[in-house]
């Protein structure tokens, strides 16, 4: 069984969270898609995120009537920072040998994988899905290469979808009061309004 992980802060999720996985999940055929909120990102200590309750929540709304879509909180309940290489060794222990873990990241993420916990573990335990990101050049896998020996038989570079979709976007337009109803599901939308998330603080 192939089962593809995208982690995040999902801060909130959005439209295009549910774009990637989708296209990804249908392209290489993955039994299912598992979104893994994190706790506390170690590339993200100096941002303020919001509590985990709303986090979960709104991907509980989001991913409801999406069968192929799973939901875990393994790094929510982790205590300490949240690294990819626990959270698919977690994963991996779960599954038999033949059963393969597709981990789905942003090709501008990829590039900075040399820096990541334990990368040359990481790719031995799963495959990477790099998928496009606006702004951001294509990887160079031979400047990778050097770094991480083996990588490119263990990288998938995709060229869809391309989505132009950020939580920090969308963080900012909440602080300014403009309609996000286009960049998240309507229950996202209406959850985010009833619970004030954002509003209070400055977009960052």
């Known amino acids: ?39 506390q990102p170690w590339l993200k200590t100096d941002r303020l995120i919001t509590p985990a309750k709303h986090r979960l929540e709104m991907l509980r709304l989001s991913l409801a009537d999406k069968p192929y879509f799973k939901l875990s909180t393994m790094e929510i309940e982790r205590a300490g920072s949240s690294y990819t290489i626990d ?23 990829l590039a900075q994988l040399p820096q990541w916990r334990e990368p040359s573990r990481l790719i031995q335990l799963c495959y ?7 702004g951001s050049p294509r990887p160079n896998l031979k400047t990778l290469e050097t770094s991480l020996p083996g990588i490119s038989q263990r990288v998938m570079l995709m060229d869809e979808p391309h989505v132009d979709i950020s939580a920090s976007e969308i963080r900012e337009r909440v602080v300014r009061g403009l309609s996000i109803r286009h ?21 960052c």
């Open 183 to 203: 960049l998240v599901p309507e229950a996202v939308n209406k959850y985010i309004k009833e619970n004030r998330l954002y509003v209070a603080r400055k977009a």
């Open 1 to 39: 069984m192939n089962i593809g992980v995208l982690g995040g802060t999902f801060d909130p999720v959005h439209n295009g969270h549910l774009i990637v996985a989708e296209v990804v999940r249908a392209r290489l055929n993955l039994a299912e898609v598992i979104f893994v909120p994190a706790g």
């Open 128 to 134: 990477l899905v790099a998928v496009p990101r606006p």
């Open 87 to 109: 959270t698919i060794v977690e994963l991996r222990a779960k599954l038999t040998p033949d059963d393969e873990l597709f981990f789905i990241l942003g090709q501008d993420n």
